[in-house]
Each structure stands twice: as C-alpha cells, then as structure tokens.
C-alpha cells in the first residue's frame, strides 16, 4: 500500500488531493496532466465539466438539499505552479513529483517550491465537490493555467460558461486577512543588440556570480528590501569596468519574472596579470554588499569559478557598456506608496530574469501598479532607456487593478461569518501582487462579486515555500462556514 505523508493531516480530504495534486508535474505551461487529471475527477464523481483549449477546468455541482436554489458561487484557484529549487537540488519538474515534508505544524517540499500557491485552492475545491455532508448552493470550481507566468487561462476563459456572479478566489497567503483589492501589472521583455568579436586566448575566463540570496514574491514581498542578484550583479560590473580592464562573454540571472533573482553569472575575460586586483575589488564590494544587506540577506556572497566552457565569442566593448549601464540604470523595487492605503506598495518592478542569446540579451522585468497610468509610466521609462541602448521592448501579460467594491455582498458574509467563528474582526486589505479576480472584474463588468482567501503559507515562490497546516484547517472550516451562510 502506498506511504502518504499526509494521511493523518487534517483537513484529511484537502490533504489527500493536495498530495495527489503534488504527484503531477505542473509549471507554467506544463499543465496538460494536472488539467486532465481534474477532468477524471469530474467525470468520476458524476459531475458537469468542461476543459477548453487554454486547459482551464471548469467543473459544476448542484446546491445541496435545500440550498439547490441559492445563487450560484464560484471557488477559483489556478493549476500550475512556480518551479524553483534550492542550488544543489537534483529535480525535473517536467517528470519529477514534488516531495513532502512534515516539519512541526509546517508542510515543506523537499529542496523545492511546494505547490500550495495554488495546489490548495484546488485542493479545498475538489474536496468541496467530493463530499456529500457540506452544505452549500450550487457550485462551480474553475481552475485556470497559466496564472504565474500571465494569466494566460484566465485571459483565454469564455465568461459565458460561468453561472454564478460571486466568487471566491483562494489564492492569498495570509489566514485572517480578507482580499478585496489587487495590483495590476504587465511585463517588459527589453531585447538589446549585442555584437561579439573573437577573444584573446591569452586572457583568463572566469564566472562571477552572485549568489546565496532569498530571493521571494516580487509582488507581497518586493517591500521588505530584498536584494535582487540581477541588479547586484550589474552594480559589481559597473564599479569594476572603472578598475579593471575586462571583456564580457555572457550575463545570466533569475529564473522568472515573478520571483526576485536569488543568483545572476556572469562571465568575464581578464588579463592574467589582473587576477589579484580582481579578486581584491570583488572582496571589497562583498564586504560593502553584506553590510548594506545583513539584515534582509545575510548569506550573499560573490564567488569566482572557472567556467563551463572557454568562451568562442565575447561582446565588442560597446555592447559589454551599453548592457552594464542598462541593467545599472534600469529601475527596480518599489517605486511608490499608496498615499490611500498606509502601508501599501502603490507600484513597483522586478528585474527577474537575464538571459543572453545568440545575438541579444534578453530581460524581462515585472511591473505591478494599482494605478493604470503609474503602470504605463513605468513601462515608458523602461522604453526610453532601451532607445538609448537601440534596444527593443514588448509588453507582455498586461493585467488591470481589481478596485475595491464598496457595495460587496460577500465581503459582508465573510466578515460576519469570521467574527462568529473566532472572536474577532478580520482584517481588509489589498495586496501589490495580482490577482485574477482583476481579469473577471474586468470581464463581468463589475457584476462579479468577489473576495480572496487563503491559509498562511510563507516563502511562496521560493524553495522555503511552506504551508501552516493549522492555519489550512481554519481557513477550511471557514469556507464551509461562509458556504452554509450564503443566501
């Protein structure tokens, strides 16, 4: 019989389709056999489902008795997950399961991000639509693909197969705050020219890396100050270029776009006779560098290493200038405070990924705001510094701001229904992070009523992503709670 990590955790039936969520690979882009798995499901407990073309799942359940009448709610999450792993963790997540652990009340995956952003969300919709003791109106779970790297399901989703006007979202990762305002953002994929000429064989290669940072959500965590291996590596370039004479053969860092680079490389060519002054200027940075960021990453270090391959090839001095100066300049972080809400990042971008190809480096760079014009405005920057660079730029993955709704019905039902469970108020807030309940407020007009829930869960998008297992089991009660309370 098969060992289940999760056998004995409660909420036994949410656990049980998480773990079996954990065993199906399922990135971004990769969601085909977790779509078709939720599908089975359906079409094994008798239920309507329909799966269109972007893989999204939408599957239906009649009220229970004596709530067949009710109006009709909407349990959402999305089905793919961020895939990072810690250095040194052996694991394809085009094959691979995602191991679990238990560790005191915590659920953790082995070496790797865990799934929970938004396994559980489609974890408690399947077990709502398993169990026969839950009262609850009628119901549809849809379960979108695609959500971390655009949203690309819940773009492609035909809002004419949706019934019910009020949903619930249960893709937030703090238990006793209620959601009910999000940024919106996009992405700028930044091309920059590079032209290469042939090196000097007499010269010695080396990687520089940048490395041993968090790292962490670029939305609900870019306020905490995080360093971003990208932008770091890009400062230690620019201050050697004004040392030390070296020539640039590639530049790499981040993962996705989303996530804060935790590493960037780098490799250079220098004269033989300057190795010691490079290593002395780079131990020097470092010790400025860890300073500036003990507090928030106590673990950066720069490191030198051979490289994997002696570089054909390395960009003319003009290119190697043009992308220093471009990664120096471009702006990362946050970049303004809601002036409405204390507290609140209003806009922000994330340097997340560089990648050199054949005859470019590529950068792509989240940009969130919960003002629409802020948003274009940073994308605009983003464009002036690339025309300095004869450098190109395409917006990719734009989605609105999902405004607060001062007329919420279900914002009501969730407050009250949390006051008589636990004694006290639930917090209201919004995050600087997206959400899809922009993209359905935006495509039902404003008529969909919506609000976002979810357990605590910390280090989301990182290899430490872990799950409160208690916190799981209150937020899960209190679902079935405000279920059994709409009317």
């Not at 990762?173 to 953002?185: D, R, Y």
């Not at 050697?240 to 776009?257: A, P, R, W, Y």
């Not at 994997?308 to 471009?330: D, G, R, T, W």
């Not at 309940?437 to 404003?446: K, Q, V």
Request: a negative charge.
């Amino acid at each position: 019989m098969e060992d289940r990590v999760l056998e004995n955790q409660e909420p036994i039936d949410v656990f049980f389709y998480f773990e079996e969520l954990s065993k199906i690979p399922r990135g971004s882009g990769n969601e085909q056999a977790v779509s078709d798995y939720l599908v089975s499901f359906a079409k094994a407990h008798g239920l309507d489902v329909l799966q269109d073309a972007a893989l999204n799942v939408l599957i239906k359940k009649p009220g229970s008795p004596g709530y067949e009448n009710r109006p009709g709610v909407v349990i959402q999450g999305h089905m793919d997950m961020v895939c990072e792993k810690a250095p040194g963790v052996l694991h394809d997540f085009l094959n691979d399961p995602i191991g679990l652990q238990v560790r005191d009340d915590m659920l953790y995956a082995t070496g790797t991000t865990l799934g929970a952003d938004n396994g559980i969300a489609v974890a408690m919709g399947l077990a709502l639509l398993a169990a026969e003791d839950i009262p609850h109106p009628p119901l549809e779970l849809l379960v979108t693909t695609c959500e971390e790297t655009g949203m690309d399901g819940a773009h492609a989703l035909d809002p004419k197969t949706i019934s019910g006007r009020t949903l619930i979202n249960i893709d937030s990762e703090e238990e006793g705050i209620l959601t009910v305002s999000c940024a919106g953002g996009c992405s700028a994929r930044i091309s920059l020219p590079v032209s290469w000429e042939k090196p000097d064989m007499e010269m010695a290669f080396l990687t520089l890396t940048v490395e041993g940072l968090k790292g962490g959500h670029s939305g609900i965590e870019i306020h905490k100050g995080r360093a971003n291996a990208n932008k770091l590596l890009a400062r230690v370039l620019n201050h050697l270029s004004t040392e030390i004479n070296f020539v640039l053969c590639s530049i790499d860092g981040g993962s996705k776009h989303n996530a804060i680079a935790r590493d960037a490389r780098s490799v250079i060519g220098i004269r033989k006779e300057d190795d010691a002054l490079l290593r002395k200027q780079l131990k020097e940075l470092e010790i400025v560098l860890q300073d500036e960021f003990k507090t928030v990453d106590p673990d950066l270090c720069i490191r030198l290493t051979p490289p994997e391959n002696q570089p054909k090839h390395v960009f003319i001095a003009a290119s190697a200038h043009q992308i220093i100066q471009f990664l120096y300049l471009i702006p990362n972080g946050v970049q303004t405070m809601s002036m409405d809400i204390e507290g609140l990042v209003e806009s922000s971008l994330n340097l997340g990924v560089i990648q050199t190809k054949q005859d470019s480096v590529e950068i792509i760079s989240a940009i969130r705001s919960s003002v629409g014009s802020i948003k274009a405005n940073i994308f605009h920057t983003i464009v002036s510094l690339a025309n300095l660079t004869n450098g190109q730029v395409i917006e990719e993955s734009s989605y609105p701001e999902w405004r607060y709704n001062p007329e919420s019905k279900i914002r009501t039902v969730f407050a009250d229904t949390y006051e008589k469970m636990f004694g006290k108020k639930p917090v209201m807030d919004a995050i600087h992070a997206g959400l899809e309940c922009a993209l359905f407020d935006e495509m039902f007009a404003g008529q969909m009523d919506m609000i976002s829930i979810g357990p605590t869960m910390v280090g989301v998008h990182t290899a430490e992503e872990h799950l409160s297992i208690p916190s799981t089991k209150r937020t899960w009660e209190f679902l079935k709670e405000v279920l059994k309370a709409m009317n």
